[in-house]
């Protein structure tokens, strides 16, 4: 996906340990959010940032954290990774906060 | 709460044929309705979206049906390809809080 990258594109892990994921964006976009995907919930919001160092709560925010240190990156954080939170994870941007999203091709995360 | 009920979970169409997906939602300070495209092994993309000033919109064989009234809104296919199967998503948004989607609708075009 053009101007949004997401690293790694796949991981394995053990249950306890940190992990963090990375999206990079090169269009300057000042929204940024991450995303994760179960089968049955669709994708629900984790965090979001509207500018550096500005960040939010979503809606399954429990036992992640973010951090915004540049505008071009947005770093997810499982502090001490759990079994539920085994999914795919979505970066995206946005302009303008409203209007269209551009996402990322996702990173799949298993926690065993 | 889930803010924006999806229907229906999976749908089979055959080629040529309309396929058709509907949302509702619930929060009146939504302003902005996408529809996403997703294939297997890829980031949703935009699809086509709409405000609520205006009840269609139409962009090739896709087109978005709006109810302001009833708080509902439906994806039409046109002339549904097997290129089509795919998952869509429908989602809103109000604010800078992020868009909030439903569940998806996998949808099989049959040949």
């Known amino acids: 996906d053009a101007g949004i990258t997401q690293s790694p594109r796949h991981k394995v892990t053990e249950t306890g340990t940190p992990v963090t994921l990375r999206c990079h964006q090169t269009?300057?976009?000042?929204?940024m959010y991450w995303y994760r995907q179960d089968p049955g919930h669709g994708l629900r919001l984790i965090h979001y940032?509207?500018?550096?160092?500005?960040?939010d709560k979503g809606e399954v925010s429990d036992g992640y954290s973010v951090s915004r240190s540049k505008t071009e990156d947005f770093l997810l954080t499982l502090e001490s990774a759990t079994s539920s939170q085994t999914s795919v994870y979505f970066c995206?941007?946005?302009?303008?906060?409203?209007?269209?999203?551009?996402f990322g091709s996702g990173t799949r995360l298993t926690v065993v | 709460q889930q803010q924006v009920k999806q229907s229906p979970q999976s749908l089979i169409v055959q080629k040529g044929g309309i396929s058709i997906i509907n949302c509702a939602y619930e929060?009146?300070?939504?302003?902005?309705f996408p529809w996403y495209q997703q294939f297997p092994g890829k980031g949703p993309a935009l699809l086509i979206a709409?405000?609520?000033?205006?009840s269609e919109k139409k962009e090739g064989r896709f087109t978005i049906s709006f109810n302001k009234s009833a708080k509902q809104f439906s994806l039409h296919i046109m002339d549904s390809q097997p290129g089509d199967s795919a998952t869509y998503f429908c989602?809103?948004?109000?604010?800078?809080?992020?868009?909030?989607f439903g569940k998806g609708t996998h949808l099989i075009i049959q040949p």
């Open positions: 995206a941007i946005s302009e303008a906060g409203s209007g269209g999203y551009t």
């Open positions: 269009e300057n976009h000042r929204y």
């Open positions: 940032s509207y500018g550096v160092k500005d960040t």
């Open positions: 929060n009146t300070a939504f302003d902005y």
């Open positions: 709409i405000r609520p000033d205006v």
């Open positions: 989602a809103a948004i109000g604010g800078a809080d992020g868009l909030t």
